[in-house]
């Protein structure tokens, strides 16, 4: 039982060649997929690809900035107005006037507008701005809600579009009327003389820094006083969005009498924020926005003033949060969209300036996740691709191989196989693999074959060849005994059907032995008695095999010969472990004995007998002994 389980085990373990040539590509495949998959990981090509986006869109977030920064610090550069128009109320008050009977009315207020209108138009030329406005006033503005003050309010709608000669491209917005006739300039259709006074937000873009001064005196330069608007607005009956900067007039003496200003529409500003370059087919964002925290805290507020964006809803005024990974930018929300945003300063205040405390302005370029990691993305899928195809095609090179491989040892195998059932005497046909071992292998077993036919045909051939009658029988463990043609007409038997064990022909040959005193053999169809058992010479053989055979050790499977003369030819007796080829000589007997193993009795005058003719045709018996 254990024997058997051995055998079951070991046919479970057995494996076509096609499969384990295949399962040891397979596995070299494998093996390869994971160390690319593992170099992949261990290199942090995602991360690096990811962050290499990030780089790329601060760098260009820096470059927007450090211009956007440029146009208005140059913007709010009003020196050259300022000194213009305290040069003319100086003027002014030289002749007669005061400084508060300039700023009370419109038209108090005219003259000092004709002195200044012409610089006012080179600063709108010069500054690439929108707008510039001059308000007037000397006392608290809050006091004046519901009325209006003086104003120049000057504005060019394209500030790109070359200039005109005729200034046919500037609208007054508020201006008095004698300064209107003499400049020779539109109006807009919401112009009034002077700007209304709401009390509300809307006046905070003058109110701001001119409050602010008076406050303190004006102890400080008018510019340390200016202030960007840290929301957009529109004037009033205007729907266009804009934000200014504005800083105080302070006369000599201390006197704030006043603001001057210059103002950029938001459509303006987002021409200058163009987010088709943020990569990504546009779904970027400009924010120009404000906050009271800066890069080095771990999450920002900040407010936007101004955002360039594809998507209108995201232009709208709002407040976002970014959470910081590093100075540069960090993580944000969009309409539930996860975005990064590339956070640089903007360094449009001194460090004195009242304003520049708590309002840090800040340039913000955000793009969403899954665009400016789109990249990133697509290279991993295309990795993915790329690993399953390389799959693909190495299981399809594995199954190509390996069926090449087997193929011929598989074509060899089932020729070998085939032979088994060739009519004896045949030799195998083994066709050519083109591969060197098999070949030789082939050309190893047709040998073998071909040797293999010309020992078991020799016994028979000898029998044949032999002028005296002789009759032969061979046992072999595991096998059908197989004897002459004429064993058991020579023992006056007869043949029995089928095949015998040698079980049952060791029986057979007892009882011939035990229960027969004489038996006789034919010869030329007449039988000759041999006389008493143990007289005889044929049955002493017998009882010298039958006593070899008793003694004999089951497990040896050595093939047993043993040939029986006619007695009418041969009165010798028998001659153990002798050659059926060669019995003549003492070498040919050893031969024999060592190659087959087996024991032959044979009649010792053999070597006077003449030889037959050899037949070529063998024994159809012995054939079917031999094939099974």
């Given at each position: 039982m254990h024997i058997k389980r051995e055998n079951e085990t070991?046919?479970?373990?057995?494996?076509?060649?096609?499969?384990?040539?295949?399962l040891a590509l397979v596995a070299v495949l494998a093996v390869e997929i994971a160390m690319l998959l593992l170099s992949f990981t261990l290199s942090g090509f995602p991360s690096r690809l990811n962050s290499n986006a990030e780089q790329i869109l601060d760098k260009q977030v820096v470059n927007r900035a450090a211009y956007i920064s440029?146009?208005?610090?140059?913007?709010?550069?009003?020196?050259?107005?300022?000194?213009?128009?305290?040069?003319?109320?100086?003027?002014?008050?030289?002749?007669?006037?005061?400084?508060?009977?300039?700023?009370?009315?419109?038209?108090?207020?005219?003259?000092l507008f004709d002195e200044v209108s012409g610089q006012m138009v080179r600063?709108?030329?010069e500054k690439n701005v929108t707008g510039v406005y001059i308000v007037l006033h000397t006392g608290e503005i809050s006091r004046t809600a519901g009325g209006s003050l003086p104003c120049l309010y000057l504005r060019d709608l394209d500030p790109s579009a070359p200039a005109s000669v005729t200034n046919d491209d500037l609208l007054f917005e508020h201006a008095p009327a004698a300064v209107m006739r003499r400049m020779s300039i539109s109006t807009s259709e919401n112009w009034e003389p002077g700007i209304p006074v709401t009390g509300g937000a809307q006046d905070d873009f003058f109110r701001l820094p001119y409050d602010r001064a008076r406050e303190d005196g004006g102890i400080q330069n008018a510019a340390d006083y200016g202030r960007w608007s840290t929301e957009s607005y529109t004037l009033a009956g205007d729907s266009r969005p804009v934000i200014s900067y504005t800083q105080p007039l302070i006369y000599p003496d201390g006197t704030v009498y006043g603001v001057i200003g210059v103002e950029l529409l938001t459509r303006y500003v987002q021409s200058l924020l163009p987010y088709s370059e943020l990569q990504n087919d546009g779904f970027g964002?400009?924010?120009?926005?404000?906050?009271?925290?800066?890069?080095?805290?771990?999450s920002m507020t900040l407010h936007r003033v101004v955002t360039s964006a594809a998507d209108s809803d995201r232009s709208q005024s709002g407040v976002f949060a970014v959470d910081m990974q590093s100075e540069s930018g960090g993580w944000t929300r969009f309409d539930g969209w996860r975005c990064y945003a590339s956070v640089v300063p903007l360094s449009l205040y001194s460090r004195n300036a009242p304003f520049s405390e708590g309002s840090h302005w800040m340039l913000v370029g955000t793009v969403s996740t899954t665009r400016l990691f789109a990249f990133s993305r697509s290279a991993q899928e295309w990795l993915v691709i790329t690993i399953l195809l390389t799959v693909l095609v190495g299981l399809l090179g594995c199954l190509f191989s390996s069926r090449r491989l087997a193929g011929p040892i598989t074509r060899l195998s089932d020729e070998v196989a085939a032979s088994a059932k060739l009519a004896p005497g045949n030799l195998p046909r083994l066709s050519r693999t083109g591969i060197a071992e098999l070949d030789r292998f082939a050309a190893a077993f047709t040998d073998l074959s071909r040797s293999i036919i010309n020992t078991s045909t020799r016994f028979q051939r000898i029998i044949d060849m032999a002028s005296v009658?002789?009759?032969?029988?061979e046992l072999r463990k595991g096998a059908p005994v197989y004897t002459t043609d004429n064993f058991f007409a020579m023992l006056g038997l007869k043949e029995?059907?089928?095949?015998?064990?040698?079980?049952?022909?060791?029986?057979?040959?007892?009882?011939?032995?035990?229960?027969?005193?004489?038996?006789?053999?034919?010869?030329?169809?007449?039988?000759?008695?041999?006389?008493?058992?143990?007289?005889?010479?044929?049955?002493?053989?017998?009882h010298q095999y039958l006593r070899h055979r008793q003694n004999?050790?089951?497990?040896?499977?050595?093939?047993?010969?043993?040939?029986?003369?006619?007695?009418?030819?041969?009165?010798?007796?028998?001659?153990?472990?002798?050659?059926?080829?060669?019995?003549g000589g003492p070498d040919g007997s050893d031969q024999h004995a060592n190659e087959r193993g087996g024991n032959v009795a044979v009649n010792e005058r053999f070597n006077d007998v003449p030889p037959l003719e050899r037949r070529d045709d063998d024994n159809p018996k012995r054939q079917k002994h031999e094939q099974a």
């Open positions: 070991e046919k479970e373990r057995e494996r076509s060649v096609f499969s384990t040539v295949f440029g146009q208005l610090i140059e913007a709010q550069d009003l020196s050259d107005l300022d000194s213009a128009v305290n040069r003319a109320a100086a003027q002014l008050v030289q002749e007669g006037e005061t400084v508060a009977s300039l700023t009370s009315s419109n038209e108090k207020s005219t003259p600063t709108l030329r964002a400009y924010l120009l926005a404000r906050s009271p925290d800066t890069t080095q805290d771990s009658k002789l009759a032969g029988y029995p059907e089928g095949e015998l064990s040698p079980h049952d022909f060791e029986k057979l040959i007892e009882r011939i032995v035990t229960e027969q005193e004489n038996f006789g053999l034919p010869d030329g169809g007449n039988q000759r008695a041999l006389g008493e058992v143990q007289n005889a010479p044929h049955d002493a053989a017998f004999q050790d089951r497990k040896d499977d050595r093939a047993d010969h043993v040939v029986y003369p006619g007695l009418n030819e041969a009165r010798g007796a028998s001659l153990r472990g002798g050659d059926a080829e060669d019995v």
